[in-house]
């Protein structure tokens, strides 16, 4: 459902609403010398509960990025995920961006300056970030001006020879971006509306209007000043640290570690409203930071109650809401689209105009909320392991759809299980079109199911609560996943995964 679901309300629906709005023809996967990204976080910038961390490739075994001279080509330049081989950079961790923009938002183009400071290894003479279609003006590296170069859709910026690994690089550029389909089928990046404009990044969108290192595996932590020229609210992620009005900026700070792609920048005629904190299993209170539109504001205290009750629910089965902060964001967008924007989720209003807490709404607000433990609290290392945020978000949203009894496990595990059958792809090993697919989401969820009654109740929610608590703030890959479900479990589960996981058609029945 790249949350894209039907209209309708039927929650399974969301391939297929996935595929109605179109795939990008036969976009062939390119293939690079393997650089397999470990994916994982090296930055000072993570919490102290450093989980087990594979070690990066050495630099050696990345053709060309030791070299003074940068390579020509594109994909060369980037991790070699094996969906978007050009995104992200194997010799880069970035520490933290500071996005300064100002943005006529009618327009839907603005001017801007992005910091960012960045650990790139000793001996690389250059500093690749993902940029598309933007228009450079200038870069600086600390006090100086730098030389650069775009490759394709890489920004390449000469560092100097003698240097720490520590870089702060600055870079001044224009952009009137637009949401362009992404390969994985979906529109992604800045759009506009009516009545402004919002950016959804997921999959490769941030690169589309801002420089970064535009992969889910590099996390930092993010700073957003942002100038708009009217009365317009400015929604980012994180604490407002100061509130604008024209001429002067909005100022967002977002401290705990965050990837790309779970960027929020909503911009337009809408109300930043306060509610009440909700109060977490651990002791403390998370606090509740909503916006909506003015004629929505109203409608809010039933929203916001049902997603205090939904954390109680997930924080007793997955542990402690991760993040500093939650709330709820609605946008004018596009009715069935969601997205788990890391600590304010992002609905669409008219999802909610139509009717409040029906069927769709109960599921939305379930699954965005879900992915601030599984995919925000703890990240995909590659985009190849977008299971370990779709398929454990369905599932968990149809856990509380069991809930609340509006639906139950057994039929949505059932029925998605039935669809499941003779499928085209495994969900451990998607392709790129279908990376918002049925497998991820639902067809996902029936494994997650299906691992729950092999291993019993009582590992499979402690796994899952090991699984947050030990890589909190961190990107992790699905083999890591497997291992810590072995050792969980105290059983070898490498016939389960090859079933289920990585298998095209799946068991007919669920383990007994
Ligand atoms: N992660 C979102 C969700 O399932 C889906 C985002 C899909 N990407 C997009 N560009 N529409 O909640
Ligand atoms: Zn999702």
Request: proline residues 7%; negative net charge.
């Amino acid at each position: 459902m790249a949350l894209v679901v039907a209209q309708s309300g039927c929650a399974a629906d969301h391939s297929v609403e996935t595929e109605a709005i179109g795939r990008l023809p036969g976009a062939p996967v390119p293939t690079l010398p393997q650089t397999d990204p470990d994916g994982t976080e090296s930055s000072g910038t993570e919490p102290p509960t450093e989980p087990t961390e594979p070690t990066a490739p050495p630099s050696t075994t990345v053709p060309n990025v030791s070299t003074t001279d940068p390579p020509d080509v594109d994909s060369e330049l980037g991790l070699g995920d094996e969906m978007f081989p050009e995104l992200g950079a194997p010799a880069v961790d970035v520490v933290s961006y500071d996005v300064r923009l100002d943005v006529d938002a009618d327009a839907g183009a603005f001017e801007g300056v992005v910091g960012v400071v960045a650990d790139v290894e000793l001996g690389v003479r250059f500093l690749a970030l993902d940029a598309q279609q933007l228009d450079i003006a200038s870069v600086d590296v600390g006090a100086d001006a730098a030389e650069f170069e775009l490759i394709g859709d890489e920004l390449v910026i000469g560092l100097p020879e003698e240097r720490d690994e520590r870089v702060t690089a600055s870079i001044a550029y224009a952009a009137a971006p637009n949401d362009v389909y992404s390969e994985a089928g979906l529109p992604a990046g800045w759009f506009q509306t009516s009545s402004g404009s919002y950016v959804l990044n997921e999959p490769d969108g941030a690169r589309r209007w801002m420089p970064a290192n535009d992969h889910p595996s590099d996390k930092a932590t993010w700073r957003f000043e942002i100038t708009v020229p009217g009365d317009e609210t400015v929604s980012a992620n994180g604490e407002l640290t100061q509130r604008g009005s024209a001429g002067t900026p909005w100022i967002w700070e977002m401290d705990e570690p965050m990837s790309t792609y779970l960027v929020q920048l909503v911009i337009g005629d809408y109300e930043l409203v306060d509610s009440e904190p909700i109060p977490s299993i651990d002791g403390g209170t998370i606090p509740m930071l909503n916006l909506a539109p003015t004629d929505l504001v109203d409608d809010l205290p039933p929203m916001l109650e049902e997603t205090a009750r939904q954390v109680a629910f997930f924080e007793e089965r997955f542990g402690p809401y991760p993040l500093a902060g939650y709330g709820l964001a609605f946008v004018d967008s596009t009715p069935g689209l969601a997205m788990e924007t890391q600590g304010r989720s992002m609905f669409d209003a008219g999802d909610f105009r139509r009717e409040q807490l029906g069927y769709l709404q109960r599921l939305l607000l379930a699954h965005e909320l879900a992915h601030q433990w599984f995919g925000n609290a703890v990240s995909p290392a590659t985009w190849s392991d977008i299971w370990l945020n779709e398929s454990f978000a369905t599932y968990s949203q149809w856990l509380w759809l069991d809930e609340v009894g509006v639906d139950t496990l057994d039929r949505l595990a059932g029925d998605a299980l039935s669809q499941r059958q003779n499928g085209v792809h495994s969900t451990g090993d998607p392709v790129v079109e279908n990376l918002f697919g049925f497998e991820s989401y639902d067809g996902g969820a029936v494994i997650v199911h299906a691992l729950r009654l092999t291993i019993g109740e009582d590992a499979f929610f402690d796994l899952l609560r090991r699984w947050i608590f030990d890589n909190v703030g961190t990107s992790q890959a699905t083999a890591e996943f497997i291992e810590l479900a072995e050792e969980v479990a105290g059983v070898d589960l490498q016939t389960f995964f090859d079933e289920w996981l990585y298998a095209t058609d799946l068991p007919d029945d669920y383990p007994a």
